[in-house]
């Protein structure tokens, strides 16, 4: 998969509204928050929880769930290593994009590899990018399994499953790590409630 450019001839066009102007029309600070983690760890649930919570707050967030992308966008990826690696490209743009609009941005994929989300947030000023670890035991999400997937790759009918026979390389210097406390995994309220002080802390809520 191609990843560098082949455009020649190529300018960067300006325009007078610019990120500054939407993000002081939003009253927020446009970033990316990129969760990352083993299948069934809860990215989609505290994406979501996160995403409700910052509405409740009159902040403008999207979310880009891994799933829902590899129904359009990233439709013509599969699992293997490249794939992964270019469907983490495309939506670190797509994000770049929306971070660009003013917006905060969650973005909930596996991505698995730490060069590529490395990558995602190389494409962005470095406090913009929140990488977020669920740092969850994979014996939990495989309990958890609601989607039937690891007793499949258990049994062989899914080949190359992350965490199974397939690699997962946890972030070395993440911003925020939701892990169980005594045994007991966050509320997704909680879970949620760990982003948007972070967020806060760093004046992401205003303008
Ligand atoms: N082989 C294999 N490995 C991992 N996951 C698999 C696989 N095959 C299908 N699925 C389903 O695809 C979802 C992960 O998609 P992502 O785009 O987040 O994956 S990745 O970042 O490119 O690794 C993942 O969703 P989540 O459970 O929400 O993580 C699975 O439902
Ligand atoms: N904090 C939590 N407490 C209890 N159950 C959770 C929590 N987060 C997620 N779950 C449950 O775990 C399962 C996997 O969560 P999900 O968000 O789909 O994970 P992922 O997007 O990482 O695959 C779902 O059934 C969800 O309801």
Known sequence: MATLSNSTNIFWQDCQIGRPERQKLLNQKGCVVWITGLSGSGKSTLA??????LHS???LSYVLDGDNLRHGLNKDLGFKAEDRTENI????????LFADAGLIC?????SPYRRDRDTCRAML???NFIEVFMNMPLELCEARDPKGLYKLARAGKIK???GIDDPYEPPINCEIEIKQENGNCPTPTM???QVVTYLENKGFLES
């Open 191 to 193: 879970m949620a409630g």
């Open 89 to 96: 490209r495309r939506t670190g743009e797509v994000a770049k």
């Open 125 to 127: 000023p470095d406090a």
């Open 48 to 53: 979501c929880s996160l995403s409700r919570e």
């Open 57 to 59: 707050r009159g902040k």
């Open 160 to 162: 190359g499953f992350t």
């Open 106 to 110: 969650v973005a909930s994929l596996i």
